[in-house]
Structure formats: structure tokens, C-alpha cells
């Protein structure tokens, strides 16, 4: 099947188009740019030196990746942005180039970024992530799969956001989010499981019953951190589940989010 451009469009002859790529009205793509079969690059979009797009992809209109990161570190060299297979990336999304020569800002496959989310330098966005309007990620964030940034959210650089957690909408994310839970508010608190997005992921009763257990320890028992991690593996060490909240804990750099909406017991991270 034949690449379909539109006359208007800028195209350089040094981009890539794999085969049934159509090319909207006033779309300018730069070189060394791949875009991948099958993906529809609309209206207004521009997709910057150094940006490779997989397969079956919709994006924009007025979308615009690999622009230069917004960072003072940055002095123009060779960088780019990887992106998967069968996302939508709504229109005015900006998806910014990494910092550091060689280095790559990477969305994932099957994800949503909705109207004006932006994703900023160096960050590494999972599979099936939603980033809901107006979502705001910080460089060198991580958000892993499966999780849902709610509108208006801000994510601190170099914060993570574990598999299948939600961030509520206006949240203020300073910390690491664990996996499988759900944050909300400017003073940001844990406000318990991720129920209604683990049952749609297919999570049976067990599943969500030890981490039930595992969020009992961790955020309402008043325990030490490590000691907690600790219980959670004396207690549930053969849930896949636990250890991944065990691990996800253990590697933070930010500290991860212990707080719980309506708890009195203090931060202990």
C-alpha cells in the first residue's frame, strides 16, 4: 500500500515512511525521522530530527515530538524520541527529545496520551499507560505500565509512577508512586488500591486480596519502612505482586509515597 502525503506537507527526503502512512495537511517532518506502517501523522503536527514512530500510530493534530528538551543542559547534541506501536497521541501533545548525547526519550506501545499532556526529556512511558488532559511529566520520569495520570496532574523529574497505580486528577507528585494504588490531592496521600483498574486487568480475588495485605502493612500499620518490606515478605513472599511492591520500594531514589488520606500515621518514608 502507497504512503498518501498531503501536498501541504513538509517532508524531508531524508525521513523514512513505511508503507499505508498517511501524511496529513501541513504536517512537517524533518530528517532521520521513521515513521512506521500503517501510522496516520495528522494536521499541523511536526515530528523533529531524530524521532522514530512504530507501527499503526495516530497522532495529533498539532502534536509536536522531539522538540529540544527545556533544560539549560542541553547543548544540541544528537538525541532523539522511540515511540511504539498503536498509540494515540491527541492533539497538542509534546513529546520533548532527551538530554545527553545518545540518549532517548521512550513512549512505550498501546498508550493514550491525551489533549496537551506533555512528556518531557529522558522520560520512559510504559505500555497501556493513559495520561489523561493536560498531564505534565518532568524529564527522567518513569511512568510504568498500565498506570493512569488523571488531568492537571505535575510529576516531579526523576519521580516514578508504579504499574497499575492511578494518580487522581490536580495531584501534586513529588514522590515515588507504588504500584497498584491510587494518590490524590496537592498534599498527595494514598487513598487505598487500585481496585477498579486491577479488576478490569483481570486481577483475580487472590491477587487483589494480598495486596490488600500487603497495602494493610505497608501504609496503616505504623511500621518502619523496612520492617514493613520485611513483613510483606515473611507474609506474602510467594505473591508475584508483593515482591514487585517490595522491589519497587527498595530501588527509590525519591522515597516512595506513605501517607494515607484521613490516617494520622506520619510519613515514614
Given at each position: ?25 501541513y504536517?512537517?517532518?524533518?530528517d ?5 506502517k500503517?501510522?496516520r ?5 511536526v ?24 533544560d ?6 544528537p538525541?532523539?524520541?522511540?515511540i ?14 532527551a ?28 505500555d497501556?499507560v ?8 518532568a ?14 496532574v ?8 508504579g504499574?497499575?497505580?492511578?494518580v487522581?486528577?490536580?495531584?501534586r507528585?513529588s514522590k ?13 496521600r ?5 481496585l477498579?483498574?486491577?479488576?478490569r ?5 487472590d491477587e487483589i ?20 518490606l ?12 508483593a515482591r514487585?511492591?517490595?522491589?519497587f520500594?527498595?530501588?527509590s ?9 484521613g ?7
Open positions: 500500500m502507497s504512503v498518501e502525503v498531503h501536498p501541504t506537507a513538509v517532508v524531508s527526503p531524508h525521513a523514512e515512511l513505511d508503507e499505508d502512512v498517511f501524511i496529513g495537511p504536517v512537517v517532518i524533518e532521520q525521522v521513521v515513521v512506521g500503517g501510522s501523522i495528522l494536521a499541523h503536527t515530528l523533529e530530527r531524530g524521532v522514530q514512530v512504530g507501527a499503526r500510530n495516530r497522532i495529533g493534530p498539532f502534536a509536536h515530538l522531539g522538540g529540544s528538551p527545556q539549560l543542559k542541553y547543548r544540541g547534541e538525541t532523539g524520541v522511540r511504539g506501536d498503536d498509540n494515540v497521541i491527541r492533539e497538542f501533545v509534546t513529546i520533548h527529545r538530554t545527553g548525547e545518545g540518549a532517548w526519550t521512550v513512549v512505550g506501545s498501546r498508550n493514550y496520551l491525551m489533549a496537551y499532556a506533555h512528556v518531557a526529556h529522558n522520560c520512559r512511558v510504559g497501556e493513559i495520561l489523561i488532559n493536560a498531564a505534565q511529566l524529564g527522567h520520569v518513569e511512568v510504568q505500565d498500565y498506570a493512569v495520570v488523571s488531568g492537571l505535575g510529576v516531579h523529574q526523576y519521580a516514578r509512577i504499574r497499575y497505580a492511578m487522581g486528577g490536580a495531584t507528585v515515588d508512586v507504588p504500584p497498584f494504588v491510587t494518590v490524590v490531592g496537592n498534599d498527595t494514598v487513598v487505598g488500591l487500585n477498579v483498574g486491577l479488576r486487568r483481570g486481577f483475580t480475588r486480596r494480598a495486596l490488600k495485605r500487603v497495602f494493610q502493612i505497608f501504609f496503616l500499620s505504623g511500621l518502619p519502612q523496612e520492617t514493613a520485611q513483613q510483606i515478605e515473611e507474609e506474602l513472599g510467594d505473591s508475584p505482586q514487585e511492591f517490595v522491589h520500594v527498595r530501588t531514589r525519591r522515597g516512595v509515597l506513605r501517607k494515607v488520606k490516617s494520622n500515621i506520619r510519613d515514614q518514608s
